[in-house]
């Protein structure tokens, strides 16, 4: 499993996670791309996304609409996890609870963090690539 935390409005780190997916994709890693930003509504949309119609996914799931940054600065990391074969899915699960999931994240963080640390290489087949909203900083 491999998390990647960004600052939403910060274009540098979407570049750094499209760069990250291109790595793991030229290494073979498979699994899923989970989008917290994306609802589950918006599963369809995910589910019948392809390259060729990539710009029209932000506009179907109201990507900007929503509140979130140019899909422009997504979209690279989008198709990288297609070219890889990995399945789009909705990570957003709307709780009416945003504080305990919040809670929940930063508890398993403490507990993956150390975890990751020694781990030299993943599996492909046990990869899910999560984009996370936390303000995690990225190394330029």
């Known amino acids: 499993m491999v998390m990647i935390g960004e600052k939403h409005d910060n274009p540098l780190h979407h570049e750094k996670q499209a760069l990250l997916m ?3 994709r030229e290494a073979g890693a498979k699994g899923r791309l989970v989008m917290e930003m994306a609802e589950q ?3 369809a949309n ?6 060729e119609e990539l710009d029209q996914l932000g506009t179907d799931i109201a ?4 509140g979130w940054p140019a899909w422009s600065q997504y979209r690279p990391i989008v198709a990288e996890g297609l070219k890889a074969g990995m399945k789009l899915k909705a990570g957003n699960s709307r709780s009416r609870h945003p504080d305990a999931t919040w809670a929940r994240g930063k ?5 993956i963090s150390p975890i990751c640390a ?3 290489t993943i599996p492909p087949l046990n990869l899910i690539v999560c984009l996370m909203s936390w303000s995690m900083p990225i190394a330029a």
């Open 46 to 51: 995910l589910d019948k996304a392809n390259l």
């Open 63 to 66: 990507w900007e609409n929503r």
């Open 118 to 120: 020694g781990i030299g």
């Open 22 to 24: 291109r790595h793991l």
């Open 41 to 43: 509504a918006h599963q």
């Open 107 to 111: 508890h398993w963080m403490q507990i």
